[in-house]
């Protein structure tokens, strides 16, 4: 292209495809030929150059500029020293890149490139505004070196004050503490030199009074409590400082009202906790009347993970159109069914369907694998033989402590492919009356009469399922409509009967295990589901171990945790006692995804006991930050519906703490996440518990959890310290006096020391600011 070009006589075309083929081109290590010299020996220097800074992303060549004497950087600077390249030009060209920004390392090229230019103080000066947007949002590396620019500016007086002020202004609310540290060092030394920069400086300095850690606060605080007299005649500047502090915890508030002079802002009558609006479950729409409707939502259930009322509807829809009318459901499915795999042509690498699903070895299927299986089976791919043959064989692996719910989930879908193909079923027994899996009792019955009025068959396994689901909690109710189905007379409406009039036992008995740094749970057997009902519904009775063959394995129905809560939406610690080895996974090994259940659960119903609670600790604790976002919601819910057991959770999150399952940081983040949202005295309430334990064991010198315990420590006092200050919380706290006590800085000593103060000042600041 190149040559082309120079034949032509053409302008070089600066397109990216071009800039990034010629800086292949030339920064390949061919020959022996510098590359500075093969730079300065390009005729379309300039422009290419240019073209270079102007790049939307770096991409794949940026590995080709690395660093050191022969990097594109120092050849750069070289060709521009020796006049080759505009300075100017490129020096503009390069702070323009920055300001705009481009891939998440391409700072990597162009901030090393703008240090070797060495830019005199003039050319500095010159560009005051450009290094105040660099500091304010550019990526941290980059807005360190605008700051260390506008430091140099500013002490040796290349800077006013205003241009100071307003360089911090956007600084100081940047999430990195060290730049906030070293902006407010800054501010302090202008201060020092300048007398008459209070005015500007000191409304600035209040823009950390904001920040999330105190520490931070503490430092700006002392700025205007040692200027502040400074401001003697500037009643303006005072009050502007004053309705900042308002952002300040309520003991650093009363100091600066004392330096300010002003009575300090009144604190709210009582603390009022701000919780999530309980979640509502919804009402499932029925299945669509028409093919062509069902067909749609199957074809975006199979371009998406749908969520759980949206797979059943559509089950519900393929069992009544397939009971209606099959030829107007396949020809309706048409365009869905074109496109799958079973439906092409045989190859040597394609497995035939009737293999795929049929065979003694299949796994456990997941959601968009039984919804290809039930299209396989309508269209014929699958013969009606395979089909009973895989149902009653049932699937092959391990038993684990949770491949119960999904070899429940997968019964029912190969159930309904051979009825499908089969006997087709009039309706499900088991579609959701809710969005949670709950049925209605009085929905079942009449279900179960339209059975007995058409003569149909009924599924062992939908009725089952629908067994699980009818909600008994509403007694009144569930014995209405079991007088409702013993009237019936069939078979399955006895049962229904019979089910709905028995009181709900109790939760089976718990027995907390260890291993490793993990708390795991086991439980006993439970009786009610060891009555008439298929085999792999019976499992779900049976005892549940955390260690031998019914330990966790790998991905077993990781796919379908979303769909557990609704299999026993009254039962919810039966479905987190088979969680939580999975959900430990996500904070010893860092595995992801599998905290996403746990909202579900938290919306679920049934009692909220120690399973559930240790289920939401180890999400806390998850390594991933969506995982750590999901157990907070969990968290939240639980404690808008008044299910949440803090002592129960502080307690057990000090334990996996202590035994390194569970690293205090990211505990610290997602417990400061959760109070962001108003929940200060419930997260408080929970670290209540989870302090405790470990403050005893840093009391007695002891280091389980490993050496990163300390410090994260002194995050979760800060957090701690933060929601008792909101809440008006009071108290003594076992062992925080001993951490307090200790000498030196460190954020654990200075965190556990305000909290101590918040717990016994509370009443102090209250009475000072009434006085006041």
Known sequence: ?????????????????????????????????????????????????????????????????????GSWQSALAELTDAGVLERKAVVNACVARLLRGGGPTDHRVFLPLLGKLALTRDERRERVADWTALARDAASPVAAHAQSVLAALALDGGLTPRQLAEASEGLLFRTEKKLVRAQLVLLGRALARQATAAAELLPAAAQAFGHADTQVQERALKLVERYAERLDGDPATRLEIGVAAEQLSPALRVRAADALGIAPAPSPEAYEEVLPPVPAPFRLTPAPDSAVEL?????????????????????????????????????????????????????????????????????????????????????????????????????????????????????????????????????????????????????????????????????????????????????AAALAAADRAAALGTPESRRLARWLSAERPALPALRRRTSGPRILVESAEVLELQGDLPEEFRRLGRPVTAFGKSRYCHRCGEENHAHWPAALPERRELIALRLVHALSRTAVDGRRGVAAVLPLLAESGGAAGESTHLCVAY?????????????????????????????????????????????????????????????????WEMLRHTLPVLLADLATGGTAGGPGVARGLGELLSVAADCAERSGARGELPHLSGAADRRGAARLVVQARRLRDALSVAATVENATKGA
């Not at 990216?16 to 022996?32: E, L, M, N, P, S």
């Not at 397939?322 to 439906?343: F, G, I, N, S």
């Not at 690498?349 to 065979?359: C, I, L, S, W």
Request: with cysteine; hydrophobic share 45%; glycine share 10%.
């Open 1 to 69: 292209m190149a040559g082309l070009v120079r034949r032509s006589g053409c302008e070089v075309p600066v397109t990216d495809a071009y800039v990034v083929g010629w800086v292949r081109y030339i920064g390949h290590t061919w020959g022996r030929v510098p590359l500075v010299d093969r730079l300065r020996a390009e005729p379309d220097l300039a422009p290419l150059v240019k073209g270079l800074f102007e790049l939307s992303d770096l991409g794949e060549i940026r590995w080709l500029f690395g660093e050191g004497p």
């Open 295 to 475: 067909a749609e939502e199957i074809g975006a259930l199979l371009a998406s993970d749908g969520d759980v009322a949206a797979f059943e509807r559509a089950l519900d829809g393929l069992a009544r159109h397939a009971h209606r009318d099959q030829d107007a459901l396949r020809e309706a499915l048409e365009p869905v069914a074109a496109t799958r795999w079973w439906k092409e042509p045989e190859s040597s690498r394609r497995p035939r369907a009737e293999d795929y699903f049929g065979n003694a070895h299949y796994g456990l299927l997941t959601a968009a694998d039984g919804l290809e299986l039930l299209l396989a089976a309508l269209y014929g791919a699958v013969s009606a033989d395979a089909l009973l043959a895989a149902l009653r064989r049932g699937p092959a692996g391990h038993e684990c402590a949770h491949t119960g719910l999904s070899r429940v989930f997968d019964l029912r879908l190969r159930e309904l492919a051979h009825r499908i193909r089969e006997d087709p079923q009039p309706l499900l027994l088991a579609t959701p009356s809710w969005s949670t899996g709950l049925l209605e009792p009085g929905e079942l019955v009449d279900r179960l009469d339209a059975y007995r009025r058409l003569g149909a068959r009924v599924g062992a396994a939908d009725f089952a399922q629908a067994l699980f689901r009818v909600r008994r909690e509403d007694r």
């Open 619 to 683: 999400g806390l604790g998850a390594r991933h930050p969506e995982d750590r976002q999901a157990a907070v919601d969990a968290l939240l819910v639980l404690a808008a519906r008044g299910q949440l057991d803090a002592e129960r959770l502080g307690a057990d999150l000090g334990q996996l703490v202590r035994r390194g399952a569970v690293k205090p940081l990211r505990l610290a983040e997602s417990a400061r996440t959760a109070a962001a949202t108003g929940a200060n005295a419930t997260i």
